[in-house]
């Protein structure tokens, strides 16, 4: 097989399952606080116990989280080396703010809720959590400018000549602040907070089913629906604008996306269909003119279609077009169900309908689902740019590394993190089934 193929299938392999686990936390850190923040207005030791049962969780995810994340960045060295000198200059200052603004923020207060939770008292509690929490977030904010600086590249400029070109800041609030970065991150945090309060949400549903810890279950459900519905009704604006920052700055893109081959003309959406990139249509469900007056809030101005550029220089339709669709309809989903949680509570009937309940436990799969779809829709509608506009794929790779090399790390990191995803289910399996400490916390005991 071609190393570049190999290369993509490699690191699509380990980010997809690395970004189980970031979202997780991003959202299970909101939650936190939240409860943390009711335990010092209430006083109500059940907010204490289930922070003290979340952060359990929280330190599970965060652990797998880092181990699964350290292997991305030595493979921009090992199979992208091209790619990284390119890029060096841009992504060694993010990743370097990461490491200095958010992950020793994150891990240094983490340590303190995980290890010192009966030696400090309710107010540093509260900090320790919100600072855990910003650090989570300050995490995707410099991963996701990195990634947004691939996409809408701003304020540098290329040194050097052949193979040892390279992009230089020139302008470091530019690069931060480039076109796509700020609807990126919004969407992505979102997305992030979604994921959270399901996970919330399902457990809590679990205990009720369970008839196990009902207290604890009930005001999970109540405060991960509060943030789910908030979320999620955002995550319509924010998609939203994050199109149309799409359709200005990866036109192809966009085509891709809703399988849009006009070079120039008015454009529908689809609600589902096939792409047939032979004969170059869709076939399907779809609402004419309304891609058109979504970007352009005109029906009639046209868009630019795929047709508009050479086949080579087209992502790969199908799946950009699949991604797409399926992110959106689980997002919507997401929504229709966190309405009717409200709507059940707001009657006094949620926690006696069970079939309701039954859907809560699963729906903790459709954030990550849609999530992994949503990051394929990026990456796979960025080719066949590595760099978009000016670094292909194909030159970014290792010229040293063999096809050989790589597919026996492939085979070797899928039986590692089928361990480590075995691992991670296994233990929080345990902590739930073991449930929150039903005395009180340790803060009020000792």
């Known amino acids: 097989m071609d190393v570049v193929l190999l290369s993509r299938i490699q690191f699509a392999l380990t980010i997809a399952f690395h970004y189980i686990f970031p979202p997780i936390s991003i959202g299970l850190g909101v939650i936190l606080v939240v409860m943390e923040g009711l335990f010092l207005k209430t006083k109500n030791p059940l907010y204490e116990r289930m922070a003290h049962f979340w952060v359990k969780v929280f330190g599970l995810v965060f652990a797998i989280g880092v181990a699964s994340g350290i292997v991305m960045e030595f493979q921009f060295g090992t199979n992208w080396s091209y790619y990284s000198r390119y890029v060096g200059d841009v992504f060694g200052s993010a990743l370097a703010a990461e490491g200095v603004f958010a992950f020793f923020l994150e891990s240094g207060f983490l340590a303190i809720l995980l290890f010192g939770w009966n030696k400090v008292g309710p107010k540093m509690h509260f900090f320790s959590t919100l600072m855990v929490s910003l650090g989570a977030m300050f995490s ?200 009717l949680g409200c709507f059940l509570w707001w009657r006094g009937k949620l926690f006696e309908t069970a079939w309701v309940l039954k859907l809560f436990v699963i729906a903790v799969i459709g954030p990550q689902f849609a999530n992994q779809f949503g990051w394929m829709t990026a990456e796979i509608g960025r080719q066949p740019w590595i760099v978009y506009g000016l670094l292909r794929t194909e030159q970014g790779v290792s010229r040293v590394v063999s096809a050989g090399n790589v597919l026996a790390s492939i085979i070797l990191f899928s039986c590692v993190y089928a361990l480590l995803l075995f691992l991670f289910l296994f233990l929080l399996n345990q902590k739930i089934k073991a449930g929150p400490v039903e005395e009180a916390g340790p803060s009020q005991t000792a």
């Open 140 to 339: 995707a904010i410099w991963i996701v400018v990195a990634n947004s600086w691939m996409q809408t590249p701003a304020g540098y400029h290329i040194v050097g000549e052949g193979l040892r070109q390279r992009a230089e800041i020139t302008d470091f609030l530019a690069l931060v602040f480039n076109p796509s970065s700020m609807d990126r991150l919004l969407h992505v945090l979102l997305a992030a907070w979604q994921t959270g309060a399901w996970l919330a949400i399902s457990v809590g549903a679990f205990y009720l089913l369970k008839k196990r810890h009902e207290d604890f279950a009930k005001a999970s459900i109540k405060i991960g629906l509060v943030v789910a519905l908030l979320s999620s009704v955002l995550q319509l604006f924010s998609g939203h604008s994050s199109a149309i920052i799409v359709s200005k700055y990866q036109p192809v893109k966009l085509a891709a996306m809703e399988g849009v081959y006009e070079a120039s003309a008015p454009a529908g959406m689809w609600l589902f269909g096939y792409v047939d990139e032979k004969n170059e249509k869709v076939l399907g469900l779809g609402m004419p003119r309304l891609l058109s007056l979504m970007v352009h809030f005109n029906s009639s101005t046209p868009v630019q279609g795929l047709r508009s550029v050479a086949v080579k220089d087209r992502p790969p339709v199908q799946a950009t077009f699949q991604a797409y669709h399926l992110m959106v309809m689980i997002g919507m989903g997401l929504i229709g169900l966190s309405m």
